[in-house]
């Protein structure tokens, strides 16, 4: 009975060590860092049906990065990186410019179908607002080398109801990526 009860006990463990190795293994891929440009064809995410790669997302994550870069910048301009590093709300700065990127992603990819399926166009007005806003977003991120970076380029690409295309075909100002 002792040895049967030993046996068990050894075996339990086996398995909660392998379960342990296995998880660690897990959580150590997910922390591995990626280098973006070299991963553009990606899936990043599926928004009803459509998957977005992280070369639609470029925009997203260089808005939101020099959004962060400069509040890091006020917070500590000689080390940034402290603050990407805070923990604050449950969550690391970091983590949560990530999910800000992915949430606005998901966000105007839905409303980008229903501008489409509204037959929604922008007016002159918008048009030209617009033009300054890809204007001033193409400057901030040549500051950084961020396009560089990303691995994207200024040629080919449009903002459409606030959504980056490459190489767009455009009708009605809206853009078929």
Not at 50 to 74: H, I, P, S, W
Request: net charge negative; hydrophobic share 40%; charged share 30%.
């Amino acid at each position: 009975m002792r040895k049967i009860r030993k046996h068990i006990t050894t075996i339990i463990l086996a398995v909660l060590a392998v379960i342990a190795g296995v998880y660690a293994y897990n959580y150590h891929d997910m922390k591995q860092n990626i280098v973006y440009n070299e991963h553009l064809e990606d899936v990043a995410v599926n928004v009803n049906g459509k998957e977005l790669t992280l070369r639609d997302m470029a925009f997203y994550v260089a808005y939101e990065e020099m959004n962060v870069e400069k509040q890091a910048l006020v917070y500590d301009s000689d080390n940034p990186n402290k603050y990407w590093n805070i923990h604050t709300n449950g969550e690391f700065v970091r983590v949560a410019a990530r999910k800000a990127a992915m949430s606005m992603a998901i966000h105007d990819e839905i409303f980008y179908e229903m501008a489409k399926k509204e037959s929604i166009t922008l007016t002159d007005d918008e048009k030209a607002a617009l033009k300054n806003s890809e204007k001033d977003f193409w400057y901030d991120l040549s500051d950084i080398d961020g396009a560089k970076k990303l691995g994207v380029e200024k040629k080919g690409y449009l903002f459409v109801h606030g959504k980056v295309c490459n190489s767009p075909e455009i009708s009605g100002n809206i853009c078929r990526a």
